[in-house]
């Protein structure tokens, strides 16, 4: 089932339920957007007033069921349940709509089974999250500079990476936003790219990337440890050396691919394996059947169900996908995609992708590196993180609808990162002449679902 143009922000969670079985009220059509967030398991149950019965028209995935409750302005809740798990219902696949928001009650199906799931939709959008204010005791530690990227880890810990001498290179923050921790001291000189990669059995390492020292690290966030480092200066692949490495990604097998490319002396991605060994090089003494000529990747994300590398080509103001086995480029979505009002080649700084929901985030600017307008006037400068459905696997379409904007309000998305488990993004503005003095950790922004 195609998704509707119904303009639905979505924070999703999951459930059970129980109800009387009616029709979906008529689509509400508002263009510009569509039924968007993420989807998390848990359950909501209670307060019903319909079930769907699923089918080929319908659509079978939670998806089609998260699509059903946004077509229906009196839906505020959804639940999907697969067929099979109450074995005393009648059979089928079933969406349940509820017209009160529903909190979660858990990770499983109210009869402790998996596999059922659920939403919270809202139709408005994103807005700035107020109540998030970074704080760092600065008056014992000097203030955190250069806030380059963030990661969000287990129980909404933010990780944050930044570049003050006075400040650990990288902060532990929780979900209000005040700094628990930090680590990497001597060992980190400019972090660029940070991303938490979670392996079986629940256990989490953190990634960054070290821009200057040519470095990539994998660290234990919750003891601070380093536990590996790769690279150092160079163009080399056996092994491999990087010139201003940026940005880390992973796929469930645990392999690893990177962005070479925030300037420096390289232009590539590269996929290593487990081992960190090279698979593939797509770029500078790339090893695939044909190289893209990157102008700076700045940024990439894994998407699970296409099997493909998303690459933030910065100064080439556009989006590229890789296929991830063989690295050879598959598609890409246009600096017409990302066109900022009177700008028509933003920079395309950084991309981030919720692969249980779908979508692709975005950030962009009408100024800073790569951008090929001329120089906003005071006051004009535009920064946003457009969000778009994530093509479906197969052939990558030339171009791309927005499904929403958010607006940056201070600084560019330099790297962005998302919160599965409410649907919060989060912009790392580095510091910038658009940035107020003495901004620190403020860099960092939180958008939440309205």
Not at 214 to 228: C, E, F, H, M, N
């Amino acid at each position: 089932m195609a998704l509707s143009r119904t303009a639905c922000l979505l924070v999703g969670l999951i459930g059970s339920a129980a109800g009387r079985t009616v029709g979906v009220s008529e689509t509400q059509q508002r263009p510009e957007s569509m039924c968007v967030g993420v989807v998390t398991n848990g359950t909501r149950p209670g307060q019903d007033y319909a079930s769907i019965k699923m089918n080929a028209s319908t659509g079978v995935s939670a998806l089609d069921c998260r699509t059903i409750c946004c077509d229906d302005p009196q839906c505020a809740t959804w639940v999907y349940v697969p067929a099979g798990l109450y074995p005393s219902r009648p059979p089928g696949t079933f969406c349940w709509l509820k017209a009160a928001k529903i909190d979660l009650k858990g990770s499983s199906c109210d009869n402790g089974k998996p596999g059922c799931v659920s939403g919270v939709v809202s139709r408005a959008g994103y807005v700035q999250d107020l109540t998030w204010k970074p704080t760092f005791p600065s008056a014992n530690h000097g203030e955190p500079t250069g806030v380059a990227s963030c990661a969000v880890g287990p129980n909404g810990t933010v990780y944050v990476g930044q570049r003050s001498p006075t400040v650990h290179p990288i902060l532990s923050l929780n979900h209000q936003g005040v700094v628990t921790g930090g680590f990497g001291d001597k060992m980190v000189k400019s972090l660029h790219g940070m991303q938490v990669q979670k392996v079986a059995g629940g256990t989490t390492f953190l990634w960054t990337t070290d821009s200057a020292n040519a470095t990539v690290s994998k660290w234990d966030p919750v003891t601070g440890t380093r536990i590996t480092a790769i690279g150092g200066k160079g163009t080399a692949v056996h092994p491999v050396q990087f010139g201003s490495v940026a940005d880390a990604a992973f796929d469930q097998a645990g392999m690893v691919y990177l962005s070479d490319g925030d300037g420096g002396i390289n232009a590539r991605v590269l996929k290593l394996n487990p081992a960190l060994g090279l698979v593939w090089a797509n770029g500078n003494n790339g090893t695939v059947a044909s190289n893209v000529a990157w102008a700076s990747p700045h940024s990439l994300a894994y998407d699970g169900v296409g099997h493909r590398v998303v690459v933030a080509d910065r100064n080439n103001n556009r989006l590229r996908f890789l296929d991830a086995d063989s690295g050879v480029a598959v598609g890409e979505w246009p600096p017409s995609v990302f066109a900022l009002g009177d700008c028509a080649l933003p920079s395309v700084w950084s991309v981030r992708i919720d692969s249980a929901a779908r979508l692709i985030f975005v950030g962009v600017s009408n100024f800073g590196s790569g951008a090929g307008c001329p120089p906003p006037a005071a006051g004009d400068t535009q920064a946003a993180i457009k969000v778009f459905q994530v093509p479906p696997p197969g052939a990558v379409p030339a171009t791309a609808d927005v499904a929403t904007t958010i607006p940056v309000e201070h600084g560019f998305p330099h790297e962005i990162c998302l919160d599965a488990s409410t649907g919060a993004v989060y912009s790392a503005a580095v510091d910038s002449a658009d940035l107020p003095t003495g901004t620190g950790l403020g860099a960092v922004t939180r958008y939440i679902p309205s």
